[in-house]
């Protein structure tokens, strides 16, 4: 049977591993440089703009796993922490 640290454990290196995985996918999106002789239009402006969006979202949900991967790592150090002390 699976007990509730374990559950808590498992949930911390998911939430771990998918944080990992959005910001690996964040940096690996790449803007494609304007050239000097380009001229730089309103197409390439909006192509750049939509880029940065993407990668601020996935920058988002990357930090919000990594939140959720520290509070379960900590509620399961304190629910160690409580069952070892008594």
């Given at each position: 049977?699976?007990?509730?640290?374990?559950?808590?454990?498992?949930?911390?290196?998911?939430?771990?591993?998918?944080?990992?995985?959005?910001?690996?996918?964040?940096?690996?999106?790449?803007?494609?440089?304007?050239?000097?002789?380009?001229?730089?239009?309103?197409?390439?402006?909006?192509?750049?703009?939509?880029?940065?969006?993407?990668?601020?979202?996935?920058?988002?949900?990357?930090?919000?796993?990594?939140?959720?991967?520290?509070?379960?790592?900590?509620?399961?150090?304190?629910?160690?922490l409580a069952m070892?002390?008594?």
């Amino acid at each position: 049977m699976i007990t509730f640290v374990a559950i808590l454990e498992l949930g911390t290196v998911i939430a771990a591993l998918s944080a990992g995985l959005l910001w690996l996918r964040a940096s690996r999106r790449r803007i494609r440089r304007v050239g000097r002789d380009e001229i730089f239009d309103h197409a390439d402006f909006n192509r750049m703009v939509v880029a940065l969006n993407r990668v601020q979202i996935l920058n988002a949900r990357a930090a919000l796993a990594t939140a959720i991967a520290a509070l379960l790592a900590g509620a399961s150090l304190v629910f160690h922490l409580a069952m070892f002390d008594s």
